[in-house]
C-alpha cells in the first residue's frame, strides 16, 4: 500500500464501484440514511456474496499481509497461557486477540494507510460521478436545444413550401 500507483487507483476503483452496484437496491430501498448504515455494516451477515467481492478480498490480503502475524503471535501466546490456566474460553480468546491487534502498531500503520488510499478512490469516485452528471446534463441541454430547433425548422420548412406555393399560384395568376 505504501507505493499506490494509479493503477491501483483504478483497480480500487473498479473493485468498490462492483461492491457499490451490487448493494445499490438495498440501499436505494433503505428508508432513511441510518438504516442504508446498518445495511451496509451488517452486509457480511445479510449478503450471501460478501465475501466474492473483489474489495472485500483485497481488503482481508491487506489484514492478512500486515496484521496476520499479530494476530498469530498473539493467539499462539493466549493458547499457551490458556494451557496452564485452563480459564479462559474461546470468545475470551477472540476479544483479547482482537483487543491486542487493534492496539498494534501494524493494525495502526494499515488504517492510516487504507484510509490515505480510500481517501483518494473515493474523491475520484465522486468525481468522475460529478463529471458524468454534467456531462449528461449537457448532452440533455444539447438534445433539447436540438429537439426546438428541429420543430423551429421543421415548422419554417412547412411555410417554406406553402409560400411556395402560394408565390406560384400568384405568380401563375398574374402572368395570364
Known sequence: MSCFTTEDEAQ???????????????????????????????????????????????????????????????????????????????????????????????????????KNVMMVVVESLINKFEEDRMHNKELDIKTKKEHRIGNYTDNCSDSDSSFNRVQCVFSLSVTK
Do not use: W
Not at 61 to 76: A, D, P, Q, R, Y
Not at 88 to 108: A, F, I, N, P, W
Open 12 to 114: 480500487l476503483q473498479s473493485m468498490l464501484r462492483q461492491l457499490l452496484q451490487s448493494v445499490k437496491e438495498k440501499i436505494t430501498g433503505a428508508p432513511s440514511v441510518e438504516c442504508a448504515e446498518e445495511i451496509l455494516l451488517h452486509l457480511e451477515e445479510t449478503d450471501e456474496n460478501f465475501h466474492n467481492y473483489e474489495f472485500v478480498k483485497y481488503l482481508r490480503k491487506c489484514i492478512n499481509s500486515t496484521v496476520g502475524s499479530v494476530i498469530e503471535e498473539e493467539t499462539e501466546r493466549c493458547l499457551s497461557a490458556q494451557s496452564q490456566d485452563e480459564v479462559s474460553g474461546y470468545d475470551m480468546l477472540v476479544q483479547h486477540v482482537t483487543k491486542k491487534t487493534r492496539e498494534s502498531k501494524e493494525y495502526r500503520e494499515m488504517m492510516h494507510a487504507l
